[in-house]
């Protein structure tokens, strides 16, 4: 697997303050992606043991919230076998902290998937630039969901985390 970027307290994509892995690699090509650059598989940089220790060591800051998965697209299918190995041992050596994925599949075509499961939030669905929102959270088009995955496995339905309330008078 390759990837692009880790981003150090990045407070844009999920809750708290996160370390971000930009893997590389996605089929999706969403018109006007921010990110196209990562959508070959073979662009960036290998992750290698280096890379790793540079994310569990950011992980193991107090302040830090959890991780989240970008790109590219992390469910890209040779990215999976990775990214689901690096949660693994996240969700071991870091049990309080929270795994988010960002994925431009839907819900439903990756809700079965082990890594999903593995993870807190999904931020499902390709972005739409009809459909492009400054004003939302954790995403940029209206039509992707910010899904609790443990509360709507419990549930067997799609379960929205609510979004900050901000006062914006």
């Given at each position: ?81 990775e ?58 088009s ?16 799609v ?11």
């Open positions: 697997m390759n990837y692009h970027n880790i981003t150090k307290d990045d407070m844009l994509n999920g809750e708290g303050l996160r370390v971000v892995l930009w893997v590389a690699g996605c089929g999706h090509h969403c018109p006007e992606c921010h990110n196209p650059q990562t959508w070959d598989a073979n662009s960036g940089i290998p992750f290698d043991y280096a890379a790793k220790l540079e994310l569990l060591d950011e992980l193991s800051r107090d302040y830090i919230s959890g991780i989240t998965f970008s790109g590219g697209d992390p469910l890209f299918p040779g990215n999976r076998a990214v689901m190995q690096l949660a693994e041992e996240i969700r071991k050596n870091f049990p309080n902290k929270t795994i988010w994925l960002y994925t431009g599949y839907r819900w439903e075509e990756v809700c079965d998937l082990p890594l999903v499961q593995m993870c807190d939030v999904l931020v499902d669905g390709r972005y739409q630039k009809d459909k492009r929102d400054p004003q939302l959270f954790w995403r940029g209206s039509n992707q969901r910010v899904i609790d995955i443990q509360r709507s496995r419990e549930n067997g339905a379960v929205l985390r609510p979004e900050p309330v901000i006062d914006r008078r």
